[in-house]
DNA sequence: GCAGAATTCTACAACGATGCAAACCGGGTT
DNA sequence: AACCCGGTTTGCATCGTTGTAGAATTCTGC
């Protein structure tokens, strides 16, 4: 069994009370005391039951996060982010995956399990505006990543809008006329798809482009195999397009490797932008142009937010939203000119 | 402030102990007794606090996994795989990065945090023989994905030499004799370099093929970036060669990435095998061809050895080694023939 | 050498749950 | 009518820690 309070406190012929000032650097110890204190701890290697400092202190010093999967690399690099981050404050962070699915999204908001954390980092993908009360929680709770709706908690997340219209515009300034677009998602249940093709559209119609639907093609889920499927799609259809915006870098990846499959040349005959700069985007052939959204940033500051949050003692403050600066990333699968 | 026990019970009109009766399915409730408890929690949406739980039943329902980085996304993959299998056993998961640094491995074997959960998988890649000691913990502990060493708990690994020396065989099979290896380190820290080096030996040497040294690029980290950097040095050593073992997938991609610029051809002029079967590995360009080491497999079986571990309660059984079986996977960028 | 103030240490009561054993409550035996 | 016996419910101690309050000790100044 592992040592207590009262084993080294034996040992050390104090009280227990006195190891727990010891351990909690309580100013009035005297030094000879810590010293004796210090030396039975070492001897019995005692740790601290956590658990117990939860129960009495309240404080787990733990953090969710919930993402869609790690299986994802995008959401697989910000847990990492977001765990290194939560390491340099001395956090845990337990990782849970919701799939993506509205029903895993909200029966994780009212999980017992949450009793064991300070607070939740939810990257929500199937939620909609109907579960706004959902996030009304008695917990601290972060959303990372959407910004869809009007929802009553903090929000850090990046300029969907704004990016989307800058990646836009990139290929345009490039020459290209013809964009297409992959990763719509009607459903409406996706904040970003919507956004994304919102900046989209703003960039088109800055530039006189029309609008053209048989351009979009939609997928649900933003795997490599959704951006494969999806380009299938659009060569079946068989409209002339000269630059595809994928939603995502694993989707405009897996649409990238069937057009070459097809005998496109990227850049030459199709230009092709992604979104959100993963580790792999500088690796593919060719190299992948894409949008940074700020991830680091916004790891850590969905971090920081929550961890203010969990600090904060009076009256609630008024939910807050933070966005992140985003930068385009130019590569060889859309060159500037 | 969240609702007890205690509130239940006032409510229910019954003593505290009965509501926790009931939670915890003791047979003898009568049925009315139960229904009224259960009204009284569901109009309080009572949540047991699950540390006091704890703190009470020893068991936390709660592992640790401890991989050396997401951002590689054989990790990040396998992190997703425990988790979703933990899930289905109603446990969380509290996921460590350790860098593949050793110190930090071992300083996290001695972590308190470990005190907040029930065992611990841990993917080791810094430590070594030298430190079979810290192995032997007082918690349940099961090592993934290594077992170079002769350490005192239990192992759930894959065929590293098998499977090395079948890709190295199913290269020399399609005719290839000059096969180079990303990969191999010399600190002899990281298990499964050595043992993938070896068995690409047996192979050469079942095959009566010559082993060049000068065919074999170290990489200590396995990113994409160390394969770009690996297959760079052995293009400047200017030797000739047909193929290219990565030791991993993301390697593999990266040196095949610099390959295509310097202008081979994959696979016709060189062919590339890797190590993983990650997603990605299905829509790079061309495809790759590698070998899957069983990682549901490996992810499930970790987890439930752990399980059946913190389920123990007479004397420790002695540490055992479950091996995955392994695949490889024809694609492109090495065919069959 | 002693009062009074500081410092250092200790006792006790929580935190919210579970395990154990004892108490209670009817109905069937004797 | 006393007794026993399941099924049901309850009270108490306990898990290992921290907060509060007060007791014990040491220090200070006269």
Not at 257 to 282: H, K, M, N, S
């Given at each position: 069994?592992?040592?207590?309070?009262?084993?080294?406190?034996?040992?050390?012929?104090?009280?227990?009370?006195?190891?727990?000032?010891?351990?909690?650097?309580?100013p009035?110890v005297?030094?000879?005391?810590?010293?004796k204190?210090e030396?039975?701890?070492?001897?019995?290697?005692?740790?601290?039951?956590?658990?117990?400092?939860?129960?009495?202190?309240?404080?787990?010093?733990?953090?969710?996060?919930?993402?869609?999967?790690?299986?994802?690399?995008?959401?697989?690099e910000?847990?990492?982010?977001?765990?290194?981050?939560?390491?340099?404050s001395?956090?845990t962070?337990?990782?849970?995956?919701?799939?993506?699915?509205?029903?895993?999204?909200?029966?994780?908001?009212?999980?017992?399990?949450?009793?064991?954390?300070?607070?939740?980092?939810l990257?929500?993908?199937?939620m909609?505006?109907?579960?706004?009360?959902?996030?009304?929680?008695?917990?601290?709770?972060?959303?990372?990543?959407?910004?869809?709706?009007?929802?009553?908690?903090?929000?850090?997340?990046?300029?969907n809008?704004?990016?989307?219209?800058?990646?836009?515009?990139?290929?345009?300034a490039?020459?290209?006329?013809?964009?297409?677009?992959?990763?719509?998602?009607?459903?409406?249940?996706?904040?970003?798809a919507?956004?994304?093709?919102r900046?989209?559209?703003?960039?088109?119609?800055?530039?006189?482009v029309?609008?053209?639907?048989?351009?979009?093609v939609?997928?649900?889920?933003?795997?490599?195999?959704?951006?494969?499927?999806?380009?299938?799609?659009?060569?079946?259809?068989?409209?002339?397009f000269?630059?595809?915006?994928?939603?995502?870098d694993?989707?405009?990846?897996?649409?990238?490797?069937?057009?070459q499959?097809?005998?496109?040349?990227?850049?030459?005959?199709?230009?092709?932008?992604?979104?959100?700069?993963?580790?792999?985007?500088?690796?593919?052939?060719?190299?992948?142009?894409?949008?940074?959204?700020?991830r680091?940033?916004?790891?850590?500051?969905?971090?920081?937010?929550?961890?203010?949050?969990?600090?904060?003692?009076?009256?609630?403050?008024?939910?807050?939203?933070?966005?992140?600066?985003?930068?385009?990333?130019?590569?060889?699968?859309?060159?500037?000119n």
């Amino acid at each position: 069994m592992a040592a207590t309070l009262r084993d080294v406190a034996k040992l050390a012929g104090v009280s227990f009370k006195t190891v727990s000032n010891v351990i909690n650097d309580y100013p009035h110890v005297r030094p000879a005391t810590r010293a004796k204190v210090e030396r039975a701890i070492a001897e019995l290697g005692y740790k601290p039951n956590l658990n117990a400092r939860s129960l009495r202190s309240g404080r787990t010093d733990t953090v969710a996060l919930a993402v869609p999967e790690l299986n994802l690399s995008y959401f697989a690099e910000l847990a990492g982010m977001v765990i290194a981050a939560a390491e340099e404050s001395g956090l845990t962070v337990v990782v849970e995956q919701t799939g993506g699915d509205r029903d895993r999204e909200l029966a994780l908001l009212r999980s017992p399990r949450l009793s064991m954390t300070d607070g939740l980092i939810l990257s929500p993908l199937g939620m909609g505006q109907e579960d706004a009360g959902a996030l009304d929680v008695p917990f601290p709770l972060v959303l990372l990543g959407e910004r869809t709706f009007d929802w009553p908690c903090d929000h850090v997340t990046m300029r969907n809008v704004e990016a989307a219209r800058a990646a836009t515009e990139y290929l345009l300034a490039s020459g290209r006329r013809r964009i297409a677009v992959i990763g719509e998602y009607e459903g409406e249940v996706m904040g970003s798809a919507r956004l994304r093709l919102r900046g989209y559209r703003e960039a088109l119609a800055a530039h006189d482009v029309p609008y053209d639907a048989s351009l979009v093609v939609r997928a649900t889920l933003w795997h490599r195999a959704d951006g494969a499927r999806a380009m299938h799609e659009l060569l079946d259809r068989d409209v002339p397009f000269d630059a595809v915006f994928g939603f995502n870098d694993t989707m405009a990846l897996g649409a990238m490797r069937v057009l070459q499959e097809a005998g496109r040349r990227v850049p030459e005959d199709v230009a092709v932008i992604g979104f959100d700069d993963l580790d792999e985007a500088a690796y593919s052939i060719p190299s992948l142009t894409t949008v940074d959204p700020g991830r680091e940033w916004l790891a850590r500051t969905a971090l920081g937010t929550l961890l203010e949050r969990i600090a904060e003692t009076g009256p609630k403050q008024p939910p807050r939203t933070e966005l992140a600066d985003f930068t385009i990333v130019e590569r060889e699968s859309a060159p500037r000119n």
